[in-house]
């Protein structure tokens, strides 16, 4: 299958500063890039929706203004947690698909923890 | 929206035997069901995936059945082996290829 990245894969930081994570498709081009956040031993919970070059999508309860995504290309697309405050911590989980296909392609996770 | 319930949360079966996983869905439009495996820190990983055209497919111990009339798919592996014990997620793709995910089975195989 294909290969999505994460960077970093684990972060700390204080509160009130600002973590960006990146995620990466590394072998193909990905039209529609998934940001998730999975509480310990739940689902995955979806936070938004990507396409490259235009606003991402939020689901209802996700704040845009703290969670700033940017789909710069085909092949990367950004989250930042703004202001992050430990209620933020949590594992963050990037996926990218391709506008032909169904599938999504899911990155190894970043775990933040926010002191 | 579309609504998909996985059966059971918890699954403890002897190495060798063979391990079940439920999922239902409610729309019918959905047309892709994967199934992903996550291991304890990492991402969900694709082990297999049918489409709404087919009832059947396997990829050697891994097959999954769907039956599209009564709206359920299962995942079935077979002769589990301890490196199958992970946390196992169903999925339905619907209209505008967003993902509903089931809640998630963890699976231990007992040695």
């Known amino acids: 299958g294909a290969v999505v990245s994460q960077h970093p894969s684990w972060v700390i930081c204080k509160s009130g500063t600002s973590v960006k994570i990146e995620c990466r498709s590394l072998d193909f081009q990905a039209t529609t890039m998934f940001w998730y956040r999975q509480f310990p031993k739940q689902s995955l919970m979806l936070m938004a929706t990507s396409n490259e070059g235009s606003k991402a999508t939020y689901e209802q309860g996700v704040e845009k203004d703290k969670f700033l995504i940017n789909h710069a290309s085909l092949t990367l697309s950004t989250l930042t947690v703004t202001s992050a405050h430990p209620e933020d911590s949590s594992f963050y989980i990037c996926?990218?698909?391709?506008?032909?296909?169904?599938?999504?392609?899911f990155g190894p996770g970043t775990r933040l923890t926010v002191l | 929206g579309e609504n998909v319930e996985q059966h059971p949360s918890t699954l403890s079966v002897q190495e060798g035997d063979s391990a079940v996983i439920k999922c239902t869905y409610s729309?019918?439009?959905?047309?892709?069901f994967p199934w992903y495996k996550q291991e304890l820190g990492k991402g969900p990983q694709l082990i297999i995936d049918i489409r709404s055209n087919v009832g059947e497919k396997k990829d050697q111990r891994i097959a999954v059945t769907l039956n599209k009339t009564a709206k359920h798919f299962s995942l079935h592996i077979t002769e589990t082996q301890p490196e199958d014990s992970a946390v196992y997620f169903c999925a339905a793709i619907s209209t505008g290829n967003q993902f509903y995910f089931g809640t998630g089975t963890s699976l231990t195989v007992i040695p």
């Open positions: 996926s990218a698909g391709a506008r032909a296909y169904n599938e999504q392609f």
């Open positions: 729309d019918s439009a959905s047309n892709y």
